[in-house]
Each structure stands twice: as C-alpha cells, then as structure tokens.
C-alpha cells in the first residue's frame, strides 16, 4: 500500500503534510545501505549504531528529527533523499494492505497532534483515497 497514493500530490499523500514519522521514530538498518558500502543511502547522512547497524542522524535521541527531513512537521515536508532512503522508509506505510490506518502511523500522527487517518479501499480511485 505504500505507493497507493502518489508520493508528490499533496492531496493524495498525508505524508507531504505531516512528517510525524520522520520525528518520532529511530532509523537503523543494515550497514550495507550505505553508499560507501555499495547502497543508495547517503553515509555522510547516518552514524554507526552498531558494527553491522547504521542510523539516520538526529534519530537516536530526543528530540528526533531525522536529518533529510525538510520542510514544517504537519506544516509541508519532504525527504531530501528519498529515492535514496533506507529500507524502513521504504517499508513504512501510511495504510495497511487491507486500507486501515497503519497503527505505528496513528500513533506518531498522535503524538503531535494530528487526527487518525481514514482507511482506504485497496482498490479505490484516486478521488476515493483523498484524504480531506
């Protein structure tokens, strides 16, 4: 479900005006990510959590805020890398495969004070998944 919404249309996509993720939860994933391991994931961006283990800066300790987040949380963000984020942005949804609110979602959206998200239709138009 996470590309069921399109990822540059502030209408379709919650996610460009929220950003509650991206300051709420750490960021680690496996080392080889890394550009200078052969990966996408910018280094310079990240720090060693563990020998196999990277992080994304600003997202170990509060008050996270991962460091490629741009913009205003619940204002309009963006990822400067997102073609080149790591494996838990890529796998994080706003929506579970059955068109409920992902429950980890609702709970940062929560967190900073923005409602629940409305379930969607895995099969919905994009005027269906219009998110008012």
């Known amino acids: 479900m996470s590309d069921a919404y399109d990822r540059d ?8 005006s929220c950003g509650a993720c991206c300051v709420q939860y750490r960021v680690s994933f496996y080392w080889g990510e890394c550009d200078d391991a052969g990966g996408c994931v910018p280094a310079a961006l990240t720090e060693q ?12 300790v509060p008050p996270v805020r991962c460091v490629a ?3 205003e949380v ?6 400067s890398i997102y073609d080149q984020r790591p494996s838990p942005c890529r ?11 992902n429950p980890r979602c609702t709970q940062a959206r929560a967190r900073i004070g923005l409602p629940e998200l409305a379930p969607i239709h895995a099969n919905a138009s994009d005027d269906e998944r219009r998110v008012n």
């Open 91 to 101: 796998e994080f949804s706003v929506w579970e495969e059955d068109g409920t609110p």
């Open 9 to 16: 249309n502030p209408d379709l996509n919650p996610c460009l």
């Open 69 to 71: 987040l741009t913009g």
């Open 49 to 60: 959590l563990t020998p196999h283990r990277r992080a994304m800066r600003g997202t170990l």
């Open 74 to 79: 619940t204002k309009h963000i963006g990822c």
